[in-house]
């Protein structure tokens, strides 16, 4: 795996990190388009981020956000949106008005008319400069489930189990939906860069797959080996370490 290592303390060091970086592009271009992630893992980044737009170390006025993927058969305000979150801690924390977020339109009648529509957005936005993903514990970035391989494009996908399982950790006892729109691998990889937070030691496994992995579809995450500027960067649980 050529994937660039970054080894960290914890959690909370995979936030300072990976919001430095943020920070770093955001100074050299202030337009960047971020793909963003929700999930658990870079929550901890979106606050350390917002702290520093608070101490003024951080410009985000012209930052533009791509979400990485949504449920579908939910409405807009359902709270299980993943819009619904990456606003809570991130675009309405930092003043990242709706404009400037490129975003499924989960409701339109034609699911695959919207990720073609997601896809358009993006190329018309100049493509993503930086991508913030957390792994799943089945190897996936985004919904991209295994099996998928570098070319799988943003599209329509039934969740895994092993996903279901994950996700239902997020809802509590409202049932987690089971499709959903991702961008695709293609898309990611696409990305001028990309940062994969992984953390704790249920991760352990997974991580050790794809440090020891060739790319290989039932390992999504694998594709990345093929990225010239992708950096993992993981605790010390995580890495087992
Ligand atoms: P997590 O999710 O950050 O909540 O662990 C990662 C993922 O499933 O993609």
Redesign the pocket.
């Known amino acids: 795996m050529t994937l660039e290592l970054v080894q960290v303390e914890d959690v909370d060091a995979i936030a300072r990190e990976a919001a430095d970086i943020i920070a770093d592009t955001m100074g050299s271009q202030p337009d960047a388009l971020v793909l963003a ?7 901890g980044t979106y606050a350390e981020l917002v702290r520093l737009g608070t101490t003024g170390e951080f410009d985000s006025s012209r930052m533009r956000i791509a979400q990485l993927d949504e449920y579908l058969g939910i409405r807009l305000d359902d709270p299980r949106s993943l819009f619904g979150w990456l606003d809570r801690a991130l675009l309405e924390p930092l003043g990242i008005g709706h404009d400037r977020v490129i975003r499924f339109d989960v409701q339109a009648p034609d699911a695959v008319r919207s990720a073609r529509d997601y896809d358009a957005c993006i190329q018309r936005g100049g493509g993503i400069d930086l991508a913030v ?6 190897g ?4 991209n489930e295994p099996p998928s391989d570098a070319r799988s494009p943003t599209r329509v996908i039934d969740l895994s189990p092993d ?1 279901l399982a ?2 239902a ?2 809802w509590g006892d409202r049932p987690v939906p089971t499709r959903a729109i991702t961008a695709g691998m293609a898309l990611i990889l696409a990305a001028r860069r990309v940062l994969l ?4 030691g ?2 352990a496994e997974v991580v050790g797959r794809l440090r020891h992995s060739a790319p290989d579809p039932q390992l999504p995450a694998s594709a990345l080996d093929a990225h010239p500027r992708a950096t993992l960067i993981a605790d010390r649980a995580a890495l087992n370490a």
């Not at 937070?197 to 704790?200: D, R």
């Open positions: 992630a929700t999930g658990d893992t870079p929550m993903l957390g792994l799943g514990l089945n996936h970035l985004g919904f996903t994950s996700n950790a997020y937070l992984v953390s704790g249920h991760k």
